[in-house]
T-cell receptor, first 113, second 119 residues
Framework: AQSVTQLDSQVPVFEEAPVELRCNYS??????LFWYVQYPNQGLQLLLK??????LVKGINGFEAEFNKSQTSFHLRKPSVHISDTAEYFC???????????FGAGTTVTVRA | NAGVTQTPKFQVLKTGQSMTLQCAQD?????MSWYRQDPGMGLRLIHY???????DQGEVPNGYNVSRSTTEDFPLRLLSAAPSQTSVYFC??????????????????FGPGTRLTVL
């Protein structure tokens, strides 16, 4: 079975500063990787996904993530955050032949002016 | 399209009561699933379905039942609620690619959630 570890539970950051959210996974088979965002009192929305190909993946709202197979990591980055990026972010993984997603515990990002 | 809808939005139950959380989607998606979200634990898969009449257990199925009689609906039943089932419940759906390589690389769309409290 695969598992996901999000290394930071809370990340405070100032507006217009860069942010990186760290995600490591473990799996014995090839995987697909995802980042979801959950704004307060809402459901989850897909930010980006890695299925194959280029290891640098660009998503919505200026986010990007890099897949590193040797490090088994899929860190999420944004060069300049806005107040509206305040949310909880989830890293998720699935085996490439499976529908089921395994989620990390989440990282709460709080952007301050 | 309304997307994925869930009712109710909030619910308070007493221990031992039963109830059904409703989930519906209007995107003709074959794959539907239920997750529960608890602080510090992310989302955990309860049950899922790959089509009408087909359901299977996820990571935390105990205490929950599901059925899938239509493509659109995927209700989650709590037969005898327990305080440990206090959580936020999310339903999700996605289309399934009709290719040899099957996987959820079609985006899963999530509903707005149901916040359940069991006293």
């Amino acid at each position: 079975a695969q598992s996901v570890t999000q290394l930071d539970s809370q990340v405070p950051v100032f507006e217009e500063a860069p942010v990186e959210l760290r995600c490591n996974y473990s799996s014995s088979v090839s995987v697909y990787l995802f980042w979801y965002v959950q704004y307060p009192n809402q459901g989850l929305q897909l930010l980006l996904k890695y299925l194959s190909g280029s290891t640098l993946v660009k998503g919505i709202n200026g986010f990007e993530a890099e897949f590193n197979k040797s490090q088994t990591s899929f860190h999420l980055r944004k060069p300049s955050v806005h107040i509206s990026d305040t949310a909880e972010y989830f890293c998720a993984v699935s085996r490439s032949n499976d529908y089921k997603l395994s989620f990390g515990a989440g990282t709460t990002v709080t952007v301050r002016a | 399209n309304a997307g994925v809808t869930q009712t109710p939005k909030f619910q308070v139950l007493k221990t031992g009561q039963s109830m059904t959380l409703q989930c519906a989607q209007d995107m003709n998606h074959e794959y539907m699933s239920w997750y529960r979200q608890d602080p510090g634990m992310g989302l955990r898969l309860i049950h899922y379905s790959v089509g009408a009449g087909i359901t299977d257990q996820g990571e935390v199925p105990n205490g929950y039942n599901v059925s899938r009689s239509t493509t659109e609906d995927f209700p989650l039943r709590l037969l005898s609620a327990a305080p440990s089932q206090t959580s936020v419940y999310f339903c999700a759906s996605s289309s399934t690619p009709r290719t040899v390589v099957r996987g959820p690389y079609n985006e899963q769309f999530f509903g707005p959630g149901t916040r359940l409290t069991v006293l």
